[in-house]
């Protein structure tokens, strides 16, 4: 009896996971696509209500996500500061990406028109350079949505925005928001 009692419980610890990936795929999904309608039309006050309450949002200017790269609260995001962060540094020379929040999101959060993005994918990496991405290894216990814009032929500039998402007493909000593009 207890081999038989056992044995139901591993039955249903093994059915679990896939019932809850389901459930996760189509909320996370939905978030996302919200998600980046508020990116779209730049409304900061819809934006700071997706921010996870205690990590809040890190954002990553390329790829590889680092500790280093800023992290704001919802309160941050909403707010109007015109004060110049160090968001990271930039590929090629090095130097420190020091930028105000909205010239960081015109550069590095909202620089193609992601909600008609060509390619959308669920915990992909379709965006792929020289830059290592890291964002399962940074995020272990996230779900994240790319939306990807191709490189013409010929050419590699390609783009890339994940959005990463944690759940915290059954919904989801965002942990990361990390940019892609060719680099050197």
Known sequence: MKSLIASFFAILVLLT?????????????????????????RDMSKLAGFVHPTKGVRFSPYEFVESSHRVMTANQVRSTDNTA?????????????????????RQFVYDR???RAPRITRNGVVGKGNTTNNIREFYPRSVWME???????????????????????GKWYLVGVVHGEWTI
């Open 85 to 105: 962060y160090v968001w990271g540094n930039y590929d090629g020379n090095g130097d420190p990406i020091r930028l105000t929040f909205d010239a960081y999101y």
């Open 113 to 115: 028109d992601y909600i």
């Open 17 to 41: 996971p896939s019932t809850t990936t389901a459930q996760q795929k189509t909320n996370v999904e939905t978030v996302s696509a919200e998600l980046v309608r508020v990116l779209h039309i």
């Open 147 to 169: 939306y990807h814009y191709p490189a013409p032929s010929q050419r590699n500039n390609w783009n890339s925005l994940w959005l990463v998402f944690e759940q915290l007493d």
